[in-house]
């Protein structure tokens, strides 16, 4: 029993560390689909400092985009962003903010700014520059504030 136990531990660290193995990183936004280009020339005035090209099982997951102010943007194999946190002293660009969203921080939380915003399943969680977060539907409309 304990050679079993042992073995499939074994087996699942063998496993995480090839898989984990396959990361790459690069300096430049040239490793990224077109779209995240796309999105990044856009969107943001700074430069890309290092990109992460996170692998599961040999196979592109994600991209996780480090610019040079702090902004972290994260895309899917296919170029669309995730996830964009920034600066508690600056704001996420307003094309990543649906137009609800805006409505709804700029008539609840006066004075603040959306730090980050992540693309769920469900809609989207939203994260202010006073720390609040918040959570809403695809189309944008409140649900609930996070813990």
Do not use: C
Not at 14 to 34: E, F, I, N, W
Not at 69 to 90: A, H, L, P
């Amino acid at each position: 029993m304990i050679k079993k136990v042992l073995f499939a531990l074994i087996a699942i660290i063998g496993l995480s560390t090839t898989a984990m193995a396959g990361d790459k990183y690069a300096h430049d936004a040239s490793v990224l689909p077109k779209g995240a280009q796309t999105t990044l020339s856009k969107n943001f005035k700074s430069k890309v400092s290092v990109v992460k090209i996170d692998k599961d099982f040999g196979r592109i997951s994600e991209y996780e985009v480090v610019m040079t102010d702090g902004t972290e943007i994260t895309f899917d194999r296919d170029g669309n962003w995730k996830d964009v946190e920034v600066n508690v002293s600056k704001s996420v660009p307003a094309a990543f903010i649906p137009a609800g969203v805006t409505s709804y921080v700029k008539a609840n939380q006066k004075g603040q700014r959306v730090v980050g915003i992540e693309k769920t399943r469900s809609g989207y969680d939203v994260e202010l520059s006073n720390g609040v977060e918040m959570k809403f539907d695809k189309d944008g409309k409140f649900i609930r504030y996070d813990r």
